[in-house]
């Protein structure tokens, strides 16, 4: 099954079936259904297409189980790639635009996280590594970027990078493996066994405002933020907080 949300770019669809010749990424007439193009035979892994400018050119960001690269929108060329490769194929985090040329990427099981630094001269790209280091091992969770700072939990521990030079600024509370949302100069983390916890979006230290129950039983789905509410949910049971 799929695991990637769909992704709509003008008029076309793009799914993630990871099917083995050119089957890796397809895309639909979204008026129709029919097919627009398809391309790669790459296993894909858990991560979503995303719709970025980087280097001054649109492209769709894909993370697949042995890549990360951006492709053309029109028709799935790859542009540029870079090789990650993880054990059991499990990129599941989304990539973080850092600027207009550069992506941070994250993944679990010992594996760890780089920025790489994306050019394009006369529509020719190439790739470049920053840095990378192990010191923020998103499992199934994604980082979060403020004022220069990548905030995420490294396997299940919340640590705070330099986006510049991946130096590790901070790292603590457990939290399992949780979800983090950035709103407002905070970050809410929902924890695996269903708390809430307020952390301040701060360089400087670990400060954990609150935390509280607030589901029961393991979860890890990603919180959502609209209209005011918090909205949280797990495999049990849902919840909603006014946060206005």
Known sequence: GMAASPLVVDDTLIVLPGGANGRSVVAYDRRTGARAWSALDDPQAYSSPMLVTLAGVRQILVFSATRLM??????????????WRTDFGINASQPLL??????????????????????????????????????????????????GFVYGLDESILACLDAATGELRWKGGRYGHGQVLLANGHLIVLTEDGDLALVRATPERHEEIVRFPALSGKTWNHPAIAGGYLLIRNLAEMAAFDLR
């Open 98 to 147: 850092l600027g207009d040329d550069r992506v941070f990427l994250s993944t679990g099981y010992g594996t760890g996280a780089a920025v790489v630094e994306v050019s394009a001269t006369d529509s020719r790209f190439s790739v470049r590594e920053i840095w990378r280091n192990n010191r923020m091992k998103n499992s199934f969770t994604s980082s979060v970027l403020h004022e």
């Open 70 to 83: 951006g492709l053309s929108p029109g028709r799935g060329e790859v542009l540029w790639d870079y090789p």
